[in-house]
């Protein structure tokens, strides 16, 4: 019989499989690492829930491999909707957006995706269940139960800390579009200057805290006009500060070279 344990520890492996799909379907096509998900830690709570529910759920029709596709493309795409909207009530904004898709559904879910969750429920459903099943069930039920509490004690303090975090990360981008605006209705060019100057270090030292969420989620928006357009000033800061890095290394790595072939001469 399958227990609490069992179940915690399978949504845990799914949702780290999750995380690593995401981590590789986004980081291919950009030439480098890109990391997902909404918490802090290597996993993606989303798919550890619907593998879970297609598994369970989708037990009855396993002889059929077509209702198994179907059923759980139809499944995940109702639970990436609803966690959508549930995500962007909570905290008045939306961790992904597919409106530039061309199929899609008030921008939560999109054609490509629905098609792509009902694979891997194929994949997870005949090929990884079975492996991961068997090597969960071999653990000793007392450390199965262990484990499973960790689990869930590092699960509760990621979401904590996340929310806590993206809450603050709310409130300093209203803060800083109020200080822009203030600074705009200014007389004095040279205090514009200066408080300019300010607001960018304090862009600087706030944003080393919060650009894990725009960096995990690239279409993060939110439903505010007001938030929205200092959220645009936010990742523009983000991709300006990143291209001066990479300029920075591409210079370092030409003197190097330079160096390099003056000394072998």
């Not at 399958?2 to 995380?19: A, R």
């Not at 009855?60 to 609803?82: A, M």
């Not at 650009?211 to 929205?228: D, M, Y």
């Amino acid at each position: 019989m399958i227990d609490t344990s069992y179940l915690v520890i399978s949504f845990f492996v799914y949702s780290v499989l999750g995380y690593l799909s995401e981590v590789v379907f986004c980081s291919v096509p950009k030439k480098h690492f890109v990391n997902r998900g909404f918490l802090y830690g290597p996993y993606c709570p989303i798919y550890g829930f619907g593998a879970l529910v297609v598994i369970i759920l989708l037990e009855p029709f396993k002889s059929h491999w077509y209702l198994v596709f179907l059923l759980g493309l139809v499944l995940t795409s109702i639970i990436e909707y609803v966690t959508s909207w549930l995500l962007e009530k909570l905290f008045n904004m939306k961790l992904w957006d597919y409106s530039n898709h061309k199929i899609n559904i008030n921008g939560r879910v999109c054609g490509l995706n629905s098609f792509l969750f009902g694979l891997m429920g194929l994949v997870a459903t005949y090929v990884v269940d079975p492996a991961v099943s068997s090597v969960i069930l071999a653990i000793p039920a007392q450390i199965r139960s262990l484990i499973s509490n960790v689990i869930l004690i590092a699960f509760s303090i990621d979401t904590t800390v996340t929310v806590i975090n993206l809450k603050s990360f709310q409130h300093a981008l209203k803060e800083f579009k109020e200080k822009a605006e203030y600074i705009k209705g200014l007389d004095s060019e040279e205090l514009k200057g200066i408080l300019s100057t300010e607001l960018e270090k304090a862009r600087e030292v706030r944003g080393k805290a919060f650009e894990h969420f725009v960096k995990s989620n690239p279409t993060l928006s939110a439903r505010s006009a007001e938030i929205k357009e200092e959220l645009d000033v936010f990742k523009a800061y983000l991709e300006k500060r990143a291209l001066i890095k990479r300029e920075y290394k591409k210079a370092l790595r030409d003197n190097r070279a330079e160096f390099v072939q003056k000394r072998n001469k």
